[in-house]
């Protein structure tokens, strides 16, 4: 057996495979079984296993990023004029948003679709 096992490092946990993490612990797979089968370090599983228990949740929390500057309904909005024109300018695309305040839409907000 190689000393040392290909991982993937530094790659968060999808949502299917701490899925599958706990469904293979209550199965009874040992932590070390788990992280084998999945090629993940068994600290991983431990640590999944362990927010199960106590928080009983598996999905990563919220991150604490830049507050947004539009709401889904503007966001909504802006795509909405933005697909039916793509030639708008910035400018037009403001005037349909509430007057109380225009917020600059990025490129996330409109979309590339």
């Known amino acids: 057996m190689p000393l040392r096992r290909n991982r993937r490092q530094y790659e968060q946990l999808t949502d299917f495979d701490r899925g599958r993490i706990i469904g293979l ?3 009874g797979w040992s932590n070390r079984r788990i992280g084998r089968h999945l090629g993940r370090s068994d600290m991983v599983v431990a640590r999944c296993w362990q927010q199960w228990i ?9 991150g604490s990023g830049r507050p947004r500057n539009t ?3 503007e966001d909504r909005a802006i795509r909405r004029v933005a697909t039916s024109a793509p030639t708008t300018s910035l400018a037009s695309i403001q005037s349909h948003l509430p007057p109380s305040r225009h917020p600059v839409p990025s490129r996330e907000t409109i979309g590339d679709d």
């Open 25 to 27: 612990r209550e199965a």
């Open 71 to 73: 709401n889904d309904r």
């Open 54 to 62: 106590t928080e009983g949740r598996v999905y990563r929390r919220g």
